[in-house]
Structure formats: structure tokens, C-alpha cells
């Protein structure tokens, strides 16, 4: 039944990707809406100094707005996906927006943790919606080859947000204190909202929507989970991902604490990395057209897992060049195989995109979740937690793609 639908959604064009143009306006709007939700997680980590010493608690309590942030993000979106496929794209969109700059007044104007942990919550429930629907759309307005290519050159902007959100964020504290930071995420959203409304809006035609009861979304889920097509390949998505999340995470305790690095230090370090992933998202629509994307995909997962390895094999107490080292690598494999993958994994769901999204949405942060979580209260060295949970979440990605692609020849010699 999956490879029968995969074959019919291939064939699908709906009149909305018959009409549009993979433009660079059109990039611009999916990668606005992709970034701005991961440019808010952790922006706020060069303020924890200034923002616990106004609020009287430690950087370790201030660990709660992130945790909090990560748990509302992952729960909301599984109640956005079903509600986009019955509402349509455009109001949730801009709801969510707007309810994200609420979240960033509370949590701007906030003189205790526990305000500022609520300004957060608001902030996801938001946000959650832009991060969603960005691929939903994208799958709504292309397919195939392009969807790979629209996926590929947003995740540029999605992997840019946390390379250069730190370096914002000290520049931002430094000058302007704290607040300012929440001053100038609430102002892009609101840029966000008005390009998107006046450039793009309503993605889902009324005649292709899908009202579903609760039990029945319940239901939808369920299938999606048991189906082979969406699970494999979106599991191995979201466990490369948090691998990713994880080396957020450590930095800190890597590059500040270890290696001596200032916060300014730190997040140019962050942004120098941009670079790689933008060269990556770059040729990975070029090598797919040439080898295949799951060829490719599983090229970018193996190269991921050989960076994990490199910080497990070597010293515990590195140098900056070889940390650097497996960080490129890393970046580079995830470059390669997150917007292809993605890109095979909504690819046969086109009339649940907002549904597959939020639950491909739920899957990654639920699992950055925990590897964020591991590299806190595991007693090893930093590098070696970072290694190890790269390499084996890496290894684990590439075992269940490995499946994916053998049911996925089997199905097309049936």
C-alpha cells in the first residue's frame, strides 16, 4: 500500500505546484519561517551570565527555559500538523506568529525565572507553527527533485539560525542587555508575518484539505508511525538531527569551559561553521540528481557517524583543530542527508504534509531532547558524551535508512 502511494503521490500536481516557481522570494519565506524557530532556541545562551545574576538563580536553574522551550515545541506540534490540514496553512501560520510575539513580551518584560519560563512556553506553542509548516508548504507548492532542492537550500537558513544566533545573542547582550534579545526576535517574526502574508499565504486549497476528528487524527498518526515509508527514513532524519542539537548543547562546556574560548569567541566559532553546512546544502540537490538521493542520504549518515567516532578515539582534553575537525565533518554529512532525507521522507504524503510534518517535527525535537539532556548528566568528559552520542545515534540513523532502502528496492521489484 505505501509503494502504491509513493507512485500516486509522485504522479500528484496539484494546481498550487503546478503554478509556482521555486524562487528565491519563495526561499526567503520557507527559510524565514523554517529559521526563526530554531534561531530563538538558543540565542539566549551567551545572556545566562546577566540573566541569572537580574533574576537571582544560576545558569543551571536557566537551563529550564530551554527544556521547557524543546517539550512545548515537540507536544504542540502534533496538534498544529492536523489542524493546518483542516484549516489550511495561512491562519495558523500567522496565529502562531502572533502568539510567538506574546511569548516574547512576557519573556522580554520578565523579572523572575519562573515569568520567563512562561514566556517561553508561549514563545513554542508559536513559533512551532512557522517551524511545521515550512515543510508542509514546501510540500504543498513542489515535489520530487525540486522538493529536494526547496528542502535543501531552507535547511541552509534552518542550520544558519544556530550558527549565528550566539554570536547575535553576546553582541546583542553586550550592547544592549539582555532584553534586547527578545526585542529583536518579536520584530522578526513580525517582519516574517508581513512578507509571508503579502508574499505567499494560503498553500492548501479548501477542496484538498482534510477535517478529522480527534480519534481520527489519533488514527492518522498511528499509521504514520506503522507505515514503513514515513517512520525509517523520518526516524533516521530526527536522530541525525539531535546529534546536531547535542553539539549545541556541549559547546559551552567544549569550547568555553575546556578550551578557554570568550562568549564573542564562541559565537563566531559557531558562525565560521555556517559555512560548511551552506556548501553542503548546496551540492546535495547537485550529487542526488547524479547518484540518487538515497545514495547520497546514506553517504551524509555514514559521514556523520565517522565525526562521532573521531571525539570518542581521540583525546579526551582536545585541541581546537581537532575538535574543529570532526565538527566539519559532521556538518558536512548532516548537510548531505537531512534535506534529502526530509525530502523522501514527506515526499509520498502529500495530502497529510502538515500531519507528516508535525510528527517528522515531534520525532526531532523529542530526540534532541534527549541527547541534549544525556550531555548534562552523563559523568564523562564533554568531547567523549558528544562523540559517543553522535556516533551512535549516527549508526542507529543509518541502520533504519538501511531498512528503509531494502523494503523501498523490494516494493519497486514487486
Known amino acids: 500500500m505505501s509503494g502504491l502511494r509513493e507512485a500516486t503521490a509522485v504522479k500528484r500536481l496539484s494546481s498550487a505546484q ?11 519565506l520557507l527559510a524565514g519561517l523554517s ?39 515537540a507536544l504542540a506540534q502534533l496538534v498544529i500538523g492536523p489542524l493546518a490540514d483542516r484549516y489550511g496553512r495561512k491562519r495558523l501560520v500567522l496565529g502562531g506568529l502572533t502568539l510567538f510575539v506574546v511569548g516574547t513580551l512576557v519573556a522580554g518584560f520578565a523579572g523572575s525565572l519562573d515569568v520567563l519560563v512562561a514566556g517561553r512556553v508561549v514563545q513554542a506553542l508559536g513559533v512551532c507553527a512557522a517551524a511545521v509548516l515550512a515543510r508542509a508548504i514546501a ?75 480527534v480519534p481520527e487524527v489519533v488514527g492518522a498518526y498511528g499509521r504514520l508511525i506503522l507505515d514503513s515509508t514515513f517512520i525509517l527514513p523520518g526516524a533516521a532524519v530526527s536522530l541525525l538531527m539531535s546529534g546536531l542539537f547535542a553539539s549545541f548543547g556541549a559547546a559551552p562546556a567544549i569550547l568555553m569551559s575546556g578550551m578557554g574560548l570568550s562568549s564573542l569567541q564562541t559565537g563566531l566559532y559557531f558562525a565560521a561553521t555556517v559555512f560548511v553546512v551552506f556548501a553542503a546544502g548546496m551540492a546535495a540537490p547537485r550529487l542526488a540528481r547524479r547518484f540518487g538521493s538515497r545514495t547520497i542520504t546514506t553517504l551524509g549518515l555514514a559521514t556523520a557517524m565517522l565525526a562521532g567516532s573521531l571525539l570518542v578515539i581521540g583525546p579526551s582534553d582536545p585541541g581546537l583543530g581537532w575538535y574543529s575537525l570532526s565538527m566539519m565533518i559532521f556538518l558536512w554529512g548532516m548537510g548531505l542527508a537531512n534535506p534529502l532525507g526530509t525530502a523522501i521522507t514527506m515526499g509520498p504524503f502529500g ?38 552520542t ?15 532502502n531494502l523494503l523501498g528496492n523490494r516494493e519497486a521489484r514487486g
Open 139 to 213: 510540500r504543498d507548492l513542489f515535489e520530487g527533485e525540486t522538493l529536494a532542492r526547496a528542502l535543501s537550500l531552507t535547511m541552509i537558513a534552518t542550520a544558519t539560525a544556530p550558527g549565528f544566533s550566539p554570536l547575535l545573542g553576546s553582541v546583542l547582550t553586550t550592547a544592549l542587555g539582555w532584553r534586547a534579545i527578545f526585542v529583536m526576535v518579536g520584530i522578526a517574526a513580525i517582519v516574517i508575518a508581513f512578507f509571508y502574508a503579502r508574499g505567499l499565504g494560503e498553500t492548501l486549497p479548501p477542496e484538498q484539505r482534510v477535517a478529522q476528528s
Open 390 to 404: 553522535q556516533a551512535t545515534v549516527c549508526f542507529a540513523a543509518l541502520m533504519l535508512f538501511f531498512v528503509s
Open 351 to 388: 495530502k497529510e504534509a502538515g500531519l507528516a510534518s508535525a510528527l517528522l517535527g515531534f520525532l526531532t525535537m523529542g530526540t534532541s531532547a534527549i541527547t541534549t539532556w544525556l550531555g548534562s548528566v552523563l559523568e564523562y568528559a564533554p568531547v567523549v558524551t558528544l562523540g559517543a
Open 18 to 28: 503546478s503554478g509556482t516557481q521555486l524562487t528565491g522570494k519563495v526561499i526567503a
Open 35 to 73: 529559521a526563526i524557530s530554531i534561531l530563538c532556541t538558543n540565542i539566549i545562551l551567551p545572556a545566562f551570565p546577566d540573566i541569572g545574576q537580574q533574576l537571582g538563580v544560576s545558569s543551571r536553574e536557566l537551563g529550564l527555559t530551554l527544556s521547557s522551550f524543546f517539550i512545548t515545541f
